[in-house]
């Protein structure tokens, strides 16, 4: 009888510990696709500058002669590549942000639960210790 209190009381505070992580890990779920979203609303932004951008040097190319045609494509050209390389560097960063995060909680995911398992135990052989000394009285 004892050893199933035991175990229940053993399996109501790690399910309690668990939970607890849980609803952590949650939030920080719920933080990082805030995140996200505002990343991808910032590439957005910038497509659309992009966008506008390109629009008016159309618009430039038509007005003026050969010469300054040839020229506004290297600008376009040269903004077309600045815009890739600028979108893959925030795409990495966001990445690796990311996976650091994922990493993060891994770990304190694991420390918990190793902290509660040494809990557990702890408590168990306190408990054990009680009841031994009981029954030699």
């Known amino acids: 009888e004892y050893a199933t209190k035991l175990k229940s009381v053993v399996e109501n505070l790690y399910a309690t510990k668990l939970k607890t992580a849980e609803d952590n890990f949650a939030v920080e779920r719920t933080e990082l ?15 659309d500058v992009v966008n506008k951008l390109k629009s008016e040097i159309e618009s430039m190319k038509k007005n003026h002669g050969k010469e300054m045609s040839s020229r506004l494509m290297e600008l376009e050209q040269q903004l ?3 815009h890739k390389d600028i979108y893959a560097q925030q795409k990495k960063d966001a990445e ?37 000394t009981e ?3």
């Open 33 to 47: 696709k805030k995140e996200l979203h505002n990343t991808k609303l910032n590439f957005e932004k910038n497509r």
């Open 80 to 82: 077309n590549s600045k």
């Open 135 to 137: 029954l030699k009285k």
């Open 96 to 132: 690796k942000k990311s996976h650091d995060t994922q990493q993060e909680y891994a770990t304190k995911l694991k420390s918990v639960v190793e902290n509660l398992y040494a809990t557990k135990l702890k408590t168990a052989e306190d408990n054990f210790a009680v009841e031994r």
